[in-house]
């Protein structure tokens, strides 16, 4: 095991509070101290070199390469015992990387990598389930990090790290030629690296996946290191596998379930995440053990809302049941099944007043209304809480949050039940929606997508397991000889055969298999991204309670992108992956596209390394041939550092957009890239003129956080019939618009809805929230230092100028009536001072 943190540099980024201060805003004191006590334990393809010995019926493979166990069409070689090895590629896991970053930013305390190299534990199934020639993502991930680390971009593209010599620092103490040399070789050790570059106040250790499994079973959950420099898993694990195959998983999340101890097996219960992708498609598993609290599922902070009144409603039954009915302008906050207090005067419960008991909402008619029931958890409702309530005793009621239990399977348990009816259990499992969590409206309630899916991914388990090998779209299988499409057809067969069950009669079984067959060897860099961050998000819920965990799948997938894939290819190039499940034209077109980002920030440096990856922008050495075009007028703050990937500590202070590219040459260094500084708006003297619309682009991504400039550039794109991607995030939440020319609505044709006005009366008279407070000094400051100025700006022309000052006053009184044209001119005279001085009058009495 290795350390890579001493204790006094642990200690002072861990009272770094500027570097976490959005965190701490978005998640919480509570859930922020519960983040920085996890322990996240990543087990996934690091790169490097692993030998194993496999039986005499297995194929010879060549990782990184391709494979030599098929010759010709498809033709199974024999080979001896002795010479029969698999080897895995250099290149990692890019989803490990991508989750691994994402828990690095959050904060997570401490990492744990479960390093294969060389490990006795590991089987050729790890080594044949992951091919990183077409792993887009993961190779950009190296580049970047040798080239961090390495300090020159040639040593990204060096694929002997035994020619890399230059000395780095590790925890202040310099490494000699030879220890630097050794690291290289170890991929594990790199990402280490690499995370501890990312963010430093992250602890990190690396483990073999046999001595992790023995740390799980020997220590209790909670174990604290008793000696220095041995791992524990801590007081707040979580594990999580990354593009394993479903028998590895399987393993780790027994694991996690059950700790075998003198009497049998007990409970164990650490918090379990699988994550993997497959060409176009991926999934998500979470197992949080059989008794997981939500401590609140949504993060929001309840906000008190006025009453008009409370009616009782005629019931069946011995609940009564209660209308709610809100105060004329105002809109609840509420949906079935949440649970509301009401608030007044008599509610505190002290000094002898009734306390109202809390009510559960069976319906919401309307933004304004909706009915209740008394709560079942409290005690019996008192006769005379009732009466005050219907009569006027509560001015408001507030939702309250109610931590809630929630029972997780086991993947052994969904996938192979231990029953005698296991089969027909599967298959009731794998219908069962409620196992499912929605992410497309449309396919997430397809039951033969759904099975279909899942079959897949169990017979490509089978299939690595049987050839140790990812399944190949290339060669044309005759009928003594056949192609992986049929091998993997065959295991699905055997797969429904297995679960008692009949192959769905259904074009869209077809479908999906024959393209999840076809394209499950590529790694897909847009599913990356969205599938790591969806995990790293499942691992902060584990650990903090915060927000509704995924229950207990999650299927998504693009298969739409596949149409016209026909000149797929399985050669080299900067895109491998992509070219291979999309084809080559998508990647030259890509590499000859001239993208416009507008933002460096947060979203912008995640969009620059999914762009590095994908090979945009590596067109001819001529800019009108692929180039990108960032801009960016902001600067890096210390507080930028754990939301934007492609900052360091050095870079505080520095534009974001220069930063940014000289962070995504470490990624592509083949990448052409304009870095600006200047504003994108109406100031015709800038680089992004009109000429530069009409033609210096053909797609813009908007990574904005304001609604003006968004508008703005809609509007060019409209004008100029471009292509507009916008996005936008707060706090957990997120969205992203497309806008295809003429297929779509722009982005100015629709606007979010008003935010709930606060009125005047309440505003001046009667504010009864912080919020009031607060809007109350905004009006002013804005009164004071914005409206003010502005009406004297206005108005100082024409009075200064004016022979007789009663025709000024009239024509307010006629525009703005007598109050209000009152108060202008008692404001006007404050601001302009004495009008004879204004207007250059020698008598003081004119009026």
């Given amino acids: 095991?290795?350390?890579?943190?001493?204790?006094?540099?642990?200690?002072?980024?861990?009272?770094?509070?500027?570097?976490?201060?959005?965190?701490?805003?978005?998640?919480?004191?509570?859930?922020?101290?519960?983040?920085?006590?996890?322990?996240?334990?990543?087990?996934?393809?690091?790169?490097?070199?692993?030998?194993?010995?496999?039986?005499?019926?297995d194929v010879i493979i060549d990782g990184a390469d391709g494979f030599d166990g098929l010759q010709g069409n498809g033709e199974e070689k024999n080979n001896s015992k002795n010479d029969a090895v698999a080897t895995i590629s250099e290149v990692p896991s890019g989803l490990l990387y991508e989750v691994a970053k994402n828990l690095a930013l959050s904060g997570v305390g401490r990492i744990i990598l479960v390093d294969d190299d060389n490990d006795d534990a590991a089987t050729p199934t790890d080594a044949g389930y992951f091919d990183g020639a077409l792993d887009d993502l993961g190779a950009a991930y190296r580049r970047s990090a040798l080239s961090e680390i390495f300090g020159s971009s040639t040593a990204a593209q060096d694929d002997d790290e035994s020619t890399i010599t230059k000395k780095i620092d590790v925890d202040d103490e310099e490494v000699d030629e030879s220890d630097l040399e050794e690291s290289a070789v170890s991929g594990a050790t790199l990402l280490a690296e690499y995370i501890q570059r990312l963010n430093p106040g992250v602890q990190v250790d690396i483990v073999k996946r046999g001595k992790l499994l023995d740390l799980m079973q020997e220590s209790d959950k909670g174990g604290s290191e008793e000696e220095e420099g041995t791992v524990s898993l801590g007081t707040n694990p979580v594990v999580v596998c990354i593009d394993r195959s479903q028998s590895v998983q399987l393993e780790m999340n027994d694991a996690c379930r059950y700790k075998c101890t003198a009497t049998g097996k007990s409970e164990a219960s650490v918090p379990f995440v699988s994550v993997e992708t497959a060409g176009v498609h991926s999934r998500v598993f979470c197992d949080f053990g059989p008794k997981f609290v939500v401590v609140d599922e949504d993060g929001e902070t309840p906000r008190s809302t006025l009453l008009n009144r409370v009616e009782e409603v005629d019931s069946s039954n011995n609940s009564t049941l209660l209308t709610v009915h809100c105060l004329e302008g105002e809109r609840h906050d509420v949906s079935y099944g949440d649970v509301i207090q009401f608030q007044g005067d008599q509610s505190d419960g002290q000094d002898g007043n009734v306390k109202f008991p809390k009510y559960?909402?069976?319906?919401?008619?309307?933004?304004?209304?909706?009915?209740?029931?008394?709560?079942?958890?409290?005690?019996?409702?008192?006769?005379?809480?009732?009466?005050?309530?219907?009569?006027?005793?509560?001015?408001?009621?507030?939702?309250?949050?109610?931590?809630?239990?929630?029972?997780?399977?086991?993947?052994?348990?969904?996938?192979?039940?231990?029953?005698?009816?296991?089969?027909?259990?599967?298959?009731?499992?794998?219908?069962?929606?409620?196992?499912?969590?929605?992410?497309?409206?449309?396919?997430?309630?397809?039951?033969?997508?759904?099975?279909?899916v899942m079959t897949s991914m169990t017979a490509l388990d089978l299939f690595v397991k049987k050839y140790n090998r990812l399944p190949s779209r290339s060669g044309n299988g005759t009928k003594q000889k056949r192609t992986d499409i049929d091998r993997f057809h065959s295991l699905i067969r055997k797969v429904v055969k297995e679960t008692d069950a009949a192959s769905p009669q259904s074009d869209t079984w077809d479908t999906v298999i024959n393209q999840f067959a076809q394209t499950c060897r590529g790694k897909f860099t847009p599913i990356q991204a969205l599938s790591g961050a969806l995990a790293a998000q499942e691992v902060l819920k584990a650990a903090t309670g915060l927000y509704n965990p995924v229950h207990q799948f999650l299927l998504y997938d693009c298969d739409e992108v596949l149409h016209g894939n026909e000149d797929c290819s399985e050669s080299e190039s900067v895109a491998s992956g992509q070219s291979y499940i999309l084809g080559e034209h998508i990647s030259k077109k890509l590499a000859r596209s001239r993208i416009f980002l507008v933002g460096a920030g947060a979203i912008g440096c995640e969009l620059l390394k999914n762009l590095s990856a994908m090979g945009a922008a590596t067109g001819s050495s001529n800019t009108k041939q692929g180039c990108l075009i960032i801009t960016d007028m902001d600067t890096i703050e210390k507080s930028n550092l754990s939301r934007q990937l492609l900052f360091r500590d050095h870079d505080v202070g520095e534009f974001?957009?220069?930063?940014?590219?000289?962070?995504?040459?470490?990624?592509?260094?083949?990448?052409?890239?304009?870095?600006?500084?200047?504003?994108?708006?109406?100031?015709?003297?800038?680089?992004?003129d009109d000429d530069f619309w009409a033609s210096g682009c053909n797609v813009v991504l908007n990574a904005l956080d304001n609604v003006e400039a968004r508008l703005f550039v809609d509007r060019k794109c409209v004008s100029h019939g471009l292509g507009l991607v916008d996005a936008g995030t707060l706090g957990p939440k997120g969205n992203v618009q497309v806008v295809v020319p003429n297929n779509s609505e722009s982005y100015g044709s629709s606007a979010d809805p008003p935010e709930p006005d606060i009125p005047v009366c309440t505003l001046k008279n009667f504010p009864y929230e912080i919020s009031h407070t607060i809007q109350w000094a905004r009006d002013l400051f804005d009164g004071y230092f914005n409206r003010r100025p502005r009406q004297a700006n206005d108005?100082?022309?024409?009075?200064?100028?004016?022979?007789?000052?009663?025709?000024?006053?009239?024509?307010?009184?006629?525009?703005?009536?007598e109050d209000a044209a009152t108060d202008m001119a008692e404001e006007l005279g404050e601001d302009l001072g004495v009008y004879p001085f204004v207007v250059g009058s020698d008598d003081p009495s004119d009026p």
């Avoid at 861990?14 to 570097?19: A, F, K, L, M, S």
């Avoid at 006590?37 to 019926?57: C, E, N, R, V, Y």
């Avoid at 919401?364 to 409702?381: A, D, G, L």
């Avoid at 590219?661 to 994108?680: G, K, W, Y």
Wanted: some cysteine.
């Fill in 656 to 688: 974001k957009s220069t930063a940014a590219r000289t962070a995504m040459m470490r990624f592509l260094p083949d990448c052409h890239i304009e870095a600006h500084t200047s504003r994108v708006g109406d100031e015709e003297d800038g680089p992004f």
């Fill in 360 to 452: 559960q909402v069976t319906s919401v008619k309307s933004p304004s209304c909706f009915t209740v029931k008394r709560w079942e958890e409290e005690k019996e409702e008192s006769a005379e809480a009732l009466m005050i309530l219907l009569g006027g005793g509560a001015r408001s009621f507030v939702r309250v949050k109610i931590p809630k239990a929630t029972t997780f399977l086991s993947l052994r348990e969904i996938l192979h039940p231990s029953d005698s009816d296991d089969a027909a259990k599967t298959t009731a499992f794998l219908e069962d929606e409620s196992l499912f969590a929605p992410s497309d409206l449309d396919k997430s309630f397809d039951p033969v997508r759904r099975r279909a």
């Fill in 1 to 57: 095991t290795t350390n890579n943190n001493n204790n006094s540099k642990k200690k002072k980024v861990d009272n770094d509070d500027e570097r976490y201060s959005r965190q701490m805003f978005a998640l919480g004191a509570r859930a922020h101290k519960l983040v920085r006590s996890t322990t996240a334990i990543l087990d996934g393809p690091m790169g490097g070199k692993l030998a194993s010995k496999m039986d005499d019926d």
């Fill in 795 to 817: 108005h100082v022309g024409e009075i200064s100028q004016a022979e007789d000052l009663s025709k000024i006053a009239q024509a307010l009184l006629d525009k703005l009536g």
